[in-house]
């Protein structure tokens, strides 16, 4: 989705999808380390060429791309997907093992999340740079 939410933002031609056609169901993905390993370092690409253009963009009221999305609704859109992404992994942990509530495998996870939005668009929505309308 990183990919996808950075073409909204941009003018020029979309950037191609990573896994496949639009509509795909992700047949070909398998529980193989070295595969989840490379799903997780493209995910980390991703996020960091999205922050990375995000920062461009001083006031959070802007509007940009072909669909003239505003940018501070693509940072709030973010962080809900990213939270409620997190909330159906736990339950489908909680499905695999009974295991609920937070544990130290999960908590780097979530922290590094949180430092993410805290450092980098927490500040920048309550420093108030958005004159633009919503």
């Known amino acids: 989705m990183e990919r996808n939410w950075r073409n909204w933002i941009t003018a020029g031609e979309p950037a191609s999808r990573i896994y496949g056609p639009a509509g795909s169901d992700f047949e070909a993905v398998r529980p193989d380390p070295a595969q989840a390993s490379q799903a997780l370092r493209i995910l980390h690409e991703e996020q960091d060429a999205t922050d990375r253009l ?11 791309g072909r669909e003239q999305v505003v940018i501070r609704d693509l940072m709030v859109h973010r962080i809900e997907e990213y939270a409620r992404h997190s909330g159906h992994a736990d339950l489908l942990r909680e499905c695999i093992d009974g295991r609920v509530g937070q544990w130290r495998s999960t908590l780097p996870t979530a922290r590094a999340t949180l430092r993410m939005c805290r450092s980098q668009h927490l500040p920048r929505l309550r420093q108030g740079r958005c004159t633009g309308s919503a």
């Open 54 to 64: 995000l920062a461009g963009f001083e006031d959070l009221g802007q509007r940009a």
